[in-house]
């Protein structure tokens, strides 16, 4: 059964848009979700927060008349629930058939699709370079890019194809030309919007050992070599290698202040090394992560900001909301970087969460290997992206 399946509600459903669902969630209030998706989706990937109670109900167990009474007895009756699925439609029947019993309902727009459209900018209050520096924010995945804008100028880095438009959009309102679209790495968890940006006109950046990994769109784009640095107006970005979640890892440095550092330092975590060469490879990619990390971004001062391109639900935002944090900062509260090599390579392979979802292929994809519409790479990236090492086993006492 599909969503198109379920009969439409005898009685009027209230909807919640998405960005309405964030604003609560955001604004500390209380939300209670009903999550009638099977229980396989909701225990790989679902709406969490302090101020969230979320409870998995398959839409299934609505279907028959006469609802069993254990099932009505895990949904309170005593405030307000909002109803979601993986579209929309399953949710607005069940949150029918429970309105219809009296209860406080009603249902989130386009479920777990709509969620995944959320896409946030945030200003970098702390970026004190020359220009402005803002963070783009995907809930749904925790996917992380920058938009850095001085004179009339604009570059982007780890753009998703899902949001092409919006980067133009920004552009217009910012009044600036985008020049640049940059990616840290291929990636195993989003479609890259490189490509499409270039289609457009803009400068498209990858890291130069892609070829290596076979790219084979680099004859359309800048290849970037560790050193190399790209002008934003006034803002200088310098390329810094930093192998060991992919062979082709790099950190951009933006006018000495923040470090865009793809999957290799996050603000709660390390990058997991296993993606590009399989759990074969993974040893010798996590001593290559530990070079990068003690050689190439833990030498830089202690006040340049670290900016991940992802953050999980362990991350705590800094007081402008950005996921950013201080190289010193970083060093005090995650054990990783300050162990030897063998302790932390043997770290963060001990405790390695699931790949993310359709890795086997997104990273063809953003090779150029294999083609995809831009319905399909909506779908291929949809749930969490677990390019991290384990939190748990990371973070300091």
Not at 70 to 96: H, N, W
Not at 292 to 302: A, C, F, H, K, Y
Request: aromatic share 8%; proline share 4%.
């Amino acid at each position: 059964m599909n969503d198109m399946d379920f009969p439409t509600a005898d009685v009027e459903i209230e909807s919640v848009t998405p960005a309405e669902l964030k604003g609560r969630i955001d604004g500390g209030e209380n939300v209670t979700l009903l999550d009638a998706r099977m229980e396989s989706d909701y225990e790989e990937w679902r709406i969490d927060g302090e101020n969230v109670d979320s409870i998995n109900v398959p839409y299934f167990e609505f279907l028959d008349e006469d609802i069993d009474e254990d099932v009505l007895a895990q949904i309170p009756d005593d405030r307000e629930v909002t109803v979601l699925c993986a579209k929309g439609g399953a949710s607005e029947f069940v949150a029918g058939s429970l309105k219809e019993r009296g209860y406080n309902v009603n249902h989130l727009e386009e479920g777990m699709n709509g969620w995944a459209r959320i896409y946030e900018r945030v200003e970098v209050e702390r970026y004190d370079g020359t220009g402005a520096l803002y963070q783009y924010q995907r809930p749904s995945s925790g996917c992380l890019g920058y938009f850095v804008v001085d004179g009339n100028e604009a570059a982007v880095i780890d753009p998703l194809r899902a949001f092409t438009d919006r980067y133009f959009e920004d552009a217009a309102e910012l009044g600036v030309d985008l020049k640049y679209a940059i990616d840290t790495h291929i990636h195993a968890d989003h479609i890259s919007g490189v490509r499409t940006l270039v289609e457009e006109g803009v400068k498209g950046v990858i890291p130069e050992a892609s070829v290596d990994r076979g790219v084979t769109y680099a004859n359309e784009m800048v290849l970037a070599e560790d050193g190399d640095e790209f002008q934003i107006g006034d803002a200088t970005m310098e390329t810094i290698y930093t192998p060991g979640h992919t062979s082709g890892m790099t950190s951009y440095l933006i006018d000495d202040e923040l470090l865009a550092t793809g999957d290799g330092l996050f603000v709660e975590s390390v990058a997991r090394p296993d993606l590009e060469e399989g759990d074969d490879g993974a040893p010798e990619a996590a001593s290559q992560l530990y070079e990068s990390l003690q050689e190439r971004v833990l030498t830089l001062p202690d006040q340049t900001l670290i900016g991940g391109a992802h953050f999980s639900d362990a991350a705590e935002p800094a007081e402008d909301g950005t996921y950013t944090a201080l190289i010193g900062q970083l060093e005090d509260e995650m054990d990783a970087l300050t162990i030897e090599e063998d302790e932390f390579a043997e770290l963060i392979l001990s405790d390695m969460p699931p790949r993310p979802a359709n890795y086997e292929d997104i990273i063809p994809t953003n090779l150029g290997q294999q083609e995809v519409d831009d319905e399909g790479a909506f779908e291929l990236e949809l749930g969490p992206n677990n390019c991290a090492a384990s939190q748990e086993s990371l973070a300091g006492d």
